[in-house]
């Protein structure tokens, strides 16, 4: 399925986000982490010449290939009305550079390929609607008691599995116990929806037999108490997959994810089966036709990985029907593919600038936040470097207006929480060198380059991902805006950084970083803790202030239950970041799928639409 389809939606549900730390060339098909995150570093030298002047409008006029694009003029559903021919098998391509590992259960899986596999047969028992909050249209409703911090849950009659297996409240509840059990080998489990279950904390550390806090009432029917009820569950808190007991009888919990259970003959409770599993390349789906909402319209499903030097081609002559992670920095060169639409949607994700203001303390596990000891304490000279960054330039020139100047750290893919009104710092070189002057920011011996207010060189260390087109010059990029406003920034060792040991020093705080370009993939609950928290690893720039943390903690609390209380909240952590700037967000993003014209009722649109859900889609003609 493509990105941040209905399906896709509810995997972002539990994720507390891992930074990503892969280079993007400029939206190719980068393999993400687990909890959707994706990398971004880039650069080669760029010259006065190849960076644009402003318009008045304070942007470039234009990217190096003439056409700048902007995702809100794209559609987000198939233009084509026709009605679905009988049958037929759809093409799917997933982009991707490398085979997909083949850990095919929600429960499980640790890699995005095999989330799109997994989500062509398995779906989430909830629905979304398009501000990511569940809804009881799904296989699965709930009713929430705040008077008592419960939550009943109940299933639907009539779902089964694959394998013909009634689907039991049990397998919702058995994904729990199988997640917090102390031998499962999986990232799950660490967020609210798990943790502030009763009992599950206990449960996870071995010190109990059972989650106490899962009361089992009957086959359709569970009933969960909260130590407290946080305004994050019901926006992707709740787990939302089914584990099949039945499927998994005898295979210890540590060995299910290497089970041929999990790679041979995986099941669910989608509307295609898994027919045949060729590892990393390749997966045969055919309708499954007691599927809960109805018998799906096409015959089955296909999908195949296809490299991003062959996906383009793969699209033109009809080999695939859509693609999935198509590379959007190829869609100038190929925008004019006949038999091809062009879909195109906001991404859930940012890039951004960080600086390191502390360290993690390991034995406390927490940020140890240490601004008047950190080289880039200063908030005048983040501020500074912020006004010397032109990036709708950087959107404009690099990717074609698919990347857009960033503001706040609430995306506007919540576009119901990202607060446009917050005054940012805008490119202003002038303004720049304003600040750092006032500030006591003085080239002292004449190189051209600014020292400490104390009169010391200031040498700022800039680490940076290898990867991708853009990697380099994009790097190269800001270093030469900075240097303009007469800031010495240096790439770390000299050289871009390789995607493994760029992790390593920024989470282990290497003194050789200063300043670090990345990105992060947020998840459907708008809640910021799980980055910028004050006891969580990913929060990199090591920031911690008591005014972010109560407004961070405040927005998951029950006084956040009212929506607009939430928002006024996050408003507030919004323009508070913007005025300490741990880190500035430098770009939005958005993703471009290509399909062929004879696909109907195919959509890339945020929120669950039953017309364009899987097992509605079909073509509208039936390829020999």
Known sequence: MAKFSWSKLMFFTMLIMVLALAACGGGSSEEETTEEASGDASSEETTEESTEEETEEGSSEDSASGDVYNYEDFGTTVSNEGEPAEGGTLNVGLTSDTPFEGTLNFNFYSGNPDFEVISLFDEPLFTMDEDFQYTNDGALQYEVNQDDNTVTFTLQEGVTWHDGEPLTIQDYVYAYEVIGDPEYPGVRGATDGFTLIEGYNEFKAGEADSISGIEVVDDQTAVFTYTELAPSLTAGGFWPYALPEHHYEGVAVAEMP??????????????????????????????????????????????????????????????????????????????????????????????????????????????????????????????????????????????????????????????????????????????????????????????????????????????????????????????????????????????????????????????????????????????????????????????????????????????????????????EWQALMVEEMPVIPTLYRAYVVPVNERVVNYSIELGFNEETAPYNWGVTEVQE
């Not at 600038?353 to 940020?367: M, P, S, Y």
């Not at 601004?371 to 709708?392: F, V, Y």
């Not at 202003?428 to 400490?452: M, Q, W």
């Not at 020093?505 to 200063?514: F, R």
């Open 258 to 571: 290497e089970a041929p259970q999990t790679r041979e003959n995986p099941i669910g409770i989608g509307p295609y089966k898994v027919d045949s599993v060729t590892p990393g390349e390749a997966v045969v789906m055919s309708k499954f036709e007691d599927y809960w909402r109805g018998e799906p319209n096409l015959d089955g499903v296909t999908l195949s990985v296809v490299s991003p030097s062959s996906v383009a081609n793969a699209m033109e002559t009809g080999e695939i029907d859509f693609a999935i992670n198509f590379p959007t920095d190829q869609y100038p060169d190929v925008e004019g593919m006949e038999g091809v639409e062009w879909l195109a949607n906001i991404e859930g994700a940012y890039t951004y600038i960080g600086f390191k203001l502390g360290e993690w303390n390991e034995d406390e596990g927490r940020v140890n936040y240490m601004p008047e000891e950190s080289k880039m304490g200063d908030p005048e000279l983040r501020r500074a470097m912020w006004h010397a960054m032109d990036n709708e330039a950087v959107g404009n020139r690099f990717y074609n207006g698919l990347r857009w100047k960033a503001t706040t750290l609430i995306t506007p893919y919540h576009a119901n929480w990202h607060d446009d009104s917050v005054e940012v710092p805008q490119y202003d070189p002038e303004e720049a060198n304003r600040i750092l002057d006032e500030a006591g920011y003085e080239d002292v011996d004449g190189d051209g380059f600014r020292e400490t207010p104390e009169g010391e060189p200031l040498e700022i260390n800039f680490a940076s991902m290898s990867g991708g087109d853009t990697a380099e010059p994009l790097a190269n990029y800001y270093i030469q805006s900075w240097k303009e406003v007469g800031l010495n920034v240096q790439l770390t060792n000299g050289r871009l950084i390789e995607f493994n040991t760029f992790y390593d020093m920024v989470e282990n705080d290497d003194p050789a970083v200063d300043i670090y370009q990345g990105a992060w993939g947020v998840g459907s609950d708008v809640d910021p803790y799980g980055l910028y928290g004050p006891d969580v690893t990913f929060n990199y720039p090591r920031y911690a202030t008591e005014e972010s943390t109560q407004l961070m903690e405040r927005g998951n609390s029950a006084e956040a239950f009212d929506l607009e209380t939430r928002q006024e909240i996050y408003n």
